[in-house]
């Protein structure tokens, strides 16, 4: 850590003098005074990152490694096959259909002027690009519903959009839709969705955060499951909760089609 009055121009200065080129040496200093103004935490990873970038490389694939072994596999199992199925569809429609039956199935706000060599993205953000034609589709299955245009004048624009299911839902049944509305219809199942959305949680958590008994919070579960709009899975001895999002969207076009088949 930099003490009271110590000079922390001199003290990087001999990060950078092993530079050999003006421009690598001007990238360096404005990459420690950038660090300086930060803190002294972010200058002495500065400093290592310059002192050593072999090192510093190892170490960070090494911590993606990890967090990709403690966070990331078990998703990216369970999304993996949609996403390559919808690769494999998009290239399928490229190439036997053409570039703008292509975008179409990304989202019906994406369209091709070909005569004008312009795809439109219909998006509240203003803004544009240019590219040497070519342009990088991203699926997620995620994002939903966004669809984010990532671009950068002179770099590939990037367009991450959902996912599409391979397979169309089955309609819900009149009696279905019946328990999703009762079950929606009580104040504290209404609380416990708000909760469920933003992540998975276990009937011990649920109840301390909404002072409700672990039975009580059990019942008001086991509506929710009843109705379809929660799922469960196991991690060691907990099970967790969370709202199936995707179901509740549905709510309205399924109910809309409940009463008018």
Not at 83 to 101: C, I, V, Y
Not at 176 to 205: D, I, K, N
Request: glycine letters at 6%.
């Amino acid at each position: 850590m930099l003490q009271p009055g110590e000079d922390s121009t001199a003290r990087c200065r001999t990060t950078c003098e092993s530079v050999d080129t003006p421009a690598a040496s001007k990238a360096c200093g404005r990459a420690l005074d950038l660090a300086v103004s930060r803190g002294p935490r972010q200058l002495r990873f500065t400093r290592r990152l310059l002192d050593d970038p072999p090192r510093i490389r190892t170490w960070l694939r090494q911590l993606l490694v990890d967090c990709e072994d403690a966070f990331f596999a078990e998703t990216w199992s369970r999304v993996h096959p949609q996403l390559m199925a919808d690769a494999r569809h998009k290239t399928d429609l490229l190439h036997h259909k053409g570039l703008a039956e292509a975008l179409a199935s990304v989202s019906s706000a994406v369209t091709l002027d070909e005569a004008a060599g312009r795809i439109t993205v219909d998006k509240l953000a203003n803004g544009h690009t240019t590219a040497a034609g070519s342009l990088l589709l991203v699926p997620t299955s995620l994002g939903r519903p966004h669809l984010m245009v990532l671009h950068r004048y002179g770099w590939q624009p990037v367009l991450h959009y959902p996912a599409g299911s391979t397979e169309l839902a089955a309609p819900a049944s009149v009696e279905q839709l019946g328990l999703r509305l009762t079950a929606l219809s009580h104040p504290v199942r209404m609380r416990l969705c708000r909760q469920l959305a933003r992540s998975s949680f276990t009937t011990t958590e649920l109840a301390q955060t909404h002072n409700m008994t672990a039975p009580e919070t059990s019942r008001h579960l086991a509506v929710l499951r009843k109705a379809g709009l929660t799922t469960t899975r196991r991690r060691g001895r907990y099970v967790l909760h969370q709202l199936d999002v995707t179901m509740v969207a549905r709510l309205g076009s399924d109910f809309l089609e409940g009463i008018l088949r």
